[in-house]
């Protein structure tokens, strides 16, 4: 074991999923090293524990793990876990952490963000209960960036990733698992698979694309071998380093292929994808995307359809982004809906204390107590189960949900890459503005509030500041905008938008349209296209 002096002493803050830059930064000499040293400092379990290990398979994934076994090692873990090949999507580690009672699990993925050479690494970092770990110990991994003067480590390590079994490595305890089997049997305990077997030998037709990151292994193993599904039905369902050019974002810019099958073509029913790492997914029915705000709602609305939620939900909880439209399902339900600052991180005290048993966000993340993650498979088969049961097709089911809730019209707009000072200036200027904003009148809208959310935890009563702008306006429409913690070049500044009508409104008009009065109040608000010189902005949803 060697004791390194580090050469490199840059303070490295978490972001909203953990650290993501750019990978030539995470391939310097000692860079990945004193990260992770600095997640053992602040993981004291690990000590003579077990560590969950894998990634999505982008490039330097498999460099990475070899560097974090000698680390271990070095640092006196007692059982490293991997998954084979050096492959696990962040909710199959949730799922292993859970059912090994393993102490912490470290996921190699940049998720969303594009992979590669010249693309971005990252790492997660996940607690004894599956989840996202806290803001008190992200905090704390980030004062450790500040004080680190050397890491401890086993120096070339080469581990054959390939082949299962337990193993001992300078008297560790390395255990090889398959990358899907655990999590593939969990899926299995929580929906009817005989059902969607049945769905899947009639006329159906579906197709998955696993955009070359983690999500194809898992989709292969789940949909076509315990399901039936026909081989051709999952695309891009070899992980490669690169993603083969794709970049993983479930959403309509980059999803492109699921997009124009299903908004060009009429042959397919159901079509779906999934981010880098597996965590998030859309669906999209003939001519229909799924909003993810909606989804949340429909899956809520329809739990007891499935297996495992049969008797009820406990609650949901929705980022506070995330569109209204599952609070009326609450509403109608009984139970309670809690907002949430973005993050996964923050579900987890709630679902752990049995405030909720679903949650979700409108970047495509939904997920359930079955783990602490959010869960892009999972939200698929919820999808299936309750088609197979209603033998509803997507567009349907989003009408029937449309015409008993009403519609959350919703958009979300992305100034990506936008100088980091410039982006300080447009918030700080918001915030000067925000006690005479309340009651401003916009043509025909009225702000009835504005403030800066601050989340308050209902189980240990921390407390997360700034976590984003909420312009609430009458008549149910909001405005959210807040700086994205994932980015690894300059500053990304989201503006999210709902409009709520009723089931007796319009319910099929055009997004935008709906949403011009809200765009055009931002826009006077934030006077972002003066700030920044020309027109950054990205229709993402
Ligand atoms: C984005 C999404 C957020 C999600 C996060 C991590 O964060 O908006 O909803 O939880 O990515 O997702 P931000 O700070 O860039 O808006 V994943 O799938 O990339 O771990
Ligand atoms: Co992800």
Redesign the pocket.
Known sequence: MDMIQTTYFDDQKP???GLRKKTKVFTKKNYLENYVQCLFNSIPELIGGTLVLGGDGRYFNKEAIQKIVGMASANGVSKVILGCDGLLS?PAVSCIIRKYKADAGIILSA??NPGGIEGDFGI?LNGSNGGPVSEQITNKIYEQTKLIKNYKIVQDVHINLNILGLFDFMGMTIEIIDSVNDYANLMNSIFDFNAIKSLFSTEFTFCFDGMNAVTGPYANEIFVNRLGAPATSIINSTPKEDFGGLHPDPNHRNAREIFSMMFDGDNVDFAACS?G?G??SIVLGKKTFVSPSDSLALLTANATLIKKYKDGILGVAR?VPTSKAVDLVAKKLNIKCYETP???KFFGNLIDNQLITFCG???A?AGSSHIRE?DGIWAVLMWLNIIAVTKLNIPQLINKHWKEFGRHYYSRHDYEEIEESKAIYIFRAIEEKLSTLRGFVFGDETVSSAEIFTYKDPVDKSISENQGIVIELEGSSRIVI?L????TAGA?L?IYFEKYVTPEENLYQDTQMVLSNLINIANEITQIKDVLGKDFRKVIS
């Open positions: 972001g909203t999923s962040t998720s969303h997660k981010d790492d965590d998030r980022s973005t993050g996964w966000e409108e970047s993340g959010k807040r994205s913690g994932t980015g990304t989201r």
